[in-house]
Nanobody
Framework: VQLQASGGGLVRSGGSLRLSCAAS????????MGWYRQAPGNQRELVAL???????NYADSAKGRFTISRDNAKNTVDLQMDSLKPEDTGVYYC????????????WGQGTQVTVSS
């Protein structure tokens, strides 16, 4: 299984970006998929998570501004980021978890998001 993240870039404060995570073999097998952010000098932290059921979970900093969604037709998990702030800057990573008899975790490569003030 490979996860491919795309959609990062440079945007001004208040702008929007849409990140997309494509999974080889499709996304239906994943128990949950999410987006994590790592800012320079910081730990990687959860931004948003979506379960196979469609339930979602957001970091407090993302609530009201970011929306995570699953596109079963495209086999992607997308993160719509609106009202971006400079503190949203970082490398964004896509993560997928498959919980079966054991748990398997997959990470995509990061995509850089830079928000200028």
């Amino acid at each position: 299984v490979q996860l491919q993240a795309s959609g990062g870039g440079l945007v001004r404060s208040g702008g929007s970006l849409r990140l997309s995570c494509a999974a080889s073999g499709g996304i239906s097998s994943f128990t949950a998929m999410g987006w994590y952010r790592q800012a320079p000098g910081n730990q990687r932290e959860l931004v948003a998570l979506i379960y196979r059921s469609g339930a979602t979970n957001y970091a407090d900093s993302a609530k009201g501004r970011f929306t995570i969604s699953r596109d079963n037709a495209k086999n992607t998990v997308d993160l719509q980021m609106d009202s971006l702030k400079p503190e949203d800057t970082g490398v964004y990573y896509c993560k997928g978890v498959i919980v079966a008899i054991d748990s398997r975790v997959y990470w995509g490569q990061g995509t850089q998001v830079t928000v200028s003030s």
